[in-house]
């Protein structure tokens, strides 16, 4: 049935004209790793520090449901399952690791699936971010990269996981002297993930000539990277608590000067650095290195920069 329906998205879009294609192919880049981290780290160093926090830490989160979740399932992705399938375009090379879930329709449901599931925000805003989450989430199937199934736990997971997040985040807010203890339990659970997919064993299928269909263990790259992000953005949190204090309370050419260095700091730091890291140190241990090198730097590193400098801080108005 999920084959058939992906084969009928397949006929119309090849029989239409392109009609829905580039469409559907510029939302998929919403759900994209690098999309969605950029746009909750714009949130967090210079829209509102909040909504930051609790967006990356559902990100965190979702990360290794989905992480687990691969692993565990082992769902082929749809064109090895069956050659009738042609993903459109260059959909492939980011349709990484295991099929089940989808991370680009789990990605979504963080960034626009957790502004979606909070009561306090405005209801036309709720509704538009719901959009987005359902067109991220059709657009992996229409470009034939996932499965029905696929999607729908994805956006499913994914929403359950913020709703959690956000119940957690007000309990923070009444108890801030207990957040070492969702960094302690955030990274006992992080450290089992990264055990578990190391020592787990993986289907081996062989083609008629003899080849590998899928490696297993590069499948498990995914997840380790989970690990990486989640125990990074728990450290780095913890520490921006502790020891920066920063605030998005401030005038708006601050705003744009903090996300304007920040971003071209961190692609120094995504495109120069973890490229190196990565040469460095060879398996799932570089991996969540680079990884954790990423997500340390939005959440405390350039926080921590931001007030070395006064034209950063509140107190400079």
């Known amino acids: ?18 009609i829905l294609t580039e469409f559907l192919q510029k939302m998929t880049f919403f759900g994209e790793l690098n999309t969605v981290l ?23 989160g979702n990360r290794l449901v ?20 042609l993903p459109y375009g260059n959909a492939m090379t980011t349709a ?28 036309a805003l709720r509704v538009t971010m719901a959009i987005a989450v359902a067109l991220v989430a059709f657009s992996r199937i229409f470009l034939g990269v996932h499965t029905p199934q696929d999607i729908l736990v994805g956006a499913a997971a994914g929403m359950i996981v ?3 997040i956000w119940r957690m985040m ?15 339990v955030g ?24 080849r590998l ?3 297993g263990a590069k499948m498990a790259n995914d997840t380790f990277k989970g690990v990486g992000w989640c125990a990074a953005f728990l450290i780095g949190w913890f520490l921006e608590r502790r020891y920066v204090r920063f605030t998005t309370d401030i005038p708006l050419p601050q705003k744009l000067t903090r996300i304007s260095i920040g971003l071209l700091s961190y692609y120094a730091v995504a495109l120069i650095l973890v490229p190196q890291i990565k040469a460095w140190i060879s398996g799932p241990f570089g991996t969540m290195s680079s990884c954790f090198v990423q997500m340390f730097y939005v959440s405390f590193l350039y926080p921590w920069c931001m007030m070395r400098f006064r034209i950063f801080k509140a107190s400079s108005v």
Not at 40 to 58: C, D, F, P, T
Not at 66 to 85: E, F, H, M, S
Not at 187 to 210: E, H, M, N, T
């Open 170 to 184: 007000r309990w923070i807010s009444l108890n801030p002297g207990k957040d070492w203890l969702v960094v302690a």
């Open 96 to 123: 990484t690791g295991y099929s089940f879930p989808s991370g680009h329709t789990m990605n979504a449901a963080t960034v626009y699936g957790g502004i979606t599931v909070r009561k306090d925000m405005p209801t």
């Open 162 to 164: 913020m709703w959690l």
């Open 187 to 210: 990274i006992a659970l992080a450290a089992a993930v990264a055990v578990y997919a190391a020592v787990k064993q993986y289907p081996a299928d062989y083609d008629a000539s003899g």
């Open 1 to 18: 049935m999920d084959i058939d329906i992906l084969l009928a998205l397949q006929r119309f879009r090849e029989g239409s004209g392109g």
């Open 38 to 60: 950029i746009i909750m780290a714009i949130v967090y160093w210079g829209v509102n520090k909040q909504l930051g926090e609790y967006l990356l830490m559902g990100w965190s």
């Open 213 to 215: 269909l899928v490696d």
């Open 66 to 85: 989905n992480g687990v979740l691969k692993v565990t399932v082992c769902a082929y992705r749809p064109w090895i399952r069956d050659a009738r399938i």
